[in-house]
């Protein structure tokens, strides 16, 4: 009897040390895939503040969106203006497979100043702007 109960208890041990570490290996895996999509997210507005101060260059402001308008839905000056800067205009990983992702742009109303937001999944947000970056509040999360 004192077998059965000694082999019951390393059985139910084994099972829950497997237990944890398929939940380790499945949460840290998540964690991975999220830290990905936010580097994309991080290298999409990079290279797209590099088109945007290109564009500047050759037109002395930013393509004018004065309110808040998002990337994958309805920027279209910048999508218009941006083109030969930048052929195709990136779109969040998770657009529109889940609410909330999605890149989000806006200038001030002369076009002299943008900012540029996009959500993270391992940190709140991140956020460029233009040399001179203009204070506006952020649109809501």
Sequence with gaps: MKK???KTLETIAVVIVLAILVFLAFFLENL???QDRDMKRITDLNNLRSALQFYYL???HYPIEKQWCSLELN???LSKEIKSYLPEIPKDPLFPKKKGYSYL???TENGSDY???AKLETDTSYELGSKKSFLILSPAK
């Design 4 to 6: 059965f109960k000694k």
């Design 32 to 34: 991975n895939e999220a």
């Design 58 to 60: 050759d037109n002395g």
């Design 75 to 77: 920027c279209d000056t």
């Design 105 to 107: 742009y806006r200038t």
């Design 115 to 117: 900012k540029i937001c």
